[in-house]
Each structure stands twice: as C-alpha cells, then as structure tokens.
C-alpha cells in the first residue's frame, strides 16, 4: 500500500504565498508523475500542475507563472509554492502519484486534500 499524506494548506491573504508538500510512503518501487489537483466547492477536480521523474513541470493556464512543482526523489515528496494567491484558488489541494509498487504494479494513489483558503 502506498499512503500519500499533504501539509501547507491555510488561510492566506490575495496576493500572498504558500507552499504545498506531499510525502508518499509504503511499499514503494518507483515513483512516476506527481502532481497536484484542486476541487472548489461545486466544482469538479481539476489538474493543477504534473512533474515527471525527470523534473519536468506542465501547469494549467490558470497557475502559469504564479505556481512552480518540484519534487525530491530521495525523499519521495512533491512541492507545490503558489505564489500571487488569487481567491479563485480557493480549494482543497490534492496530491496524487502514479506509483510502481515493490510487487510492480501501477497504482494511482491520492492523498486526503490540503484546504487552502485566499480571503481578505
């Protein structure tokens, strides 16, 4: 089993930052893309931004530029620094791995969601 567990989520005034981590754990071989999604109430999930292994970023149009994902392999974890917060980016944060487990299987893991909240 591979857990994923989040921290960084809070109360943050626009134009503010944060800074998301995700640290995956278990029975893990290898990690593939990392990457971060968003659900706002009503809303459906959507990508905010992937990283490979190899380092690269791919970001929705909506974060380009304000949000920069990185990971460190060693550690298994991926960073999400959010920078010039907009209330739109009001949500609850989602981490998810695409993991090849100590028995080699594929597995699309989850994490239990950061809320991040941008109010005056």
């Known amino acids: 089993q591979v857990q994923l567990v989040e921290s960084g989520g809070g109360l943050v005034q626009p134009g503010g930052s944060l800074r998301l981590s995700c640290a995956a754990s278990?029975?893990?071989?290898?990690?593939?893309?990392m990457g971060w999604y968003r659900q706002a109430p009503g809303k459906q999930r959507e990508l905010v931004a992937t990283?490979?292994?190899?380092?690269?970023?791919n970001y929705a149009d909506s974060v380009k530029g304000r949000f920069t994902i990185s990971r460190d392999n060693a550690k298994n974890t991926v960073y999400l620094q959010m920078n010039s917060l907009k209330p739109e980016d009001t949500a609850v944060y989602f981490c998810?791995?695409?993991?090849?487990?100590?028995?080699?299987?594929?597995?699309?893991?989850w994490g239990q969601g950061t809320q991040v909240t941008v109010s005056s």
């Open positions: 990283i490979t292994s190899g380092g690269w970023g």
């Open positions: 278990g029975s893990i071989f290898s990690i593939n893309v």
């Open positions: 998810n791995a695409e993991v090849v487990s100590t028995s080699r299987s594929l597995l699309s893991s």
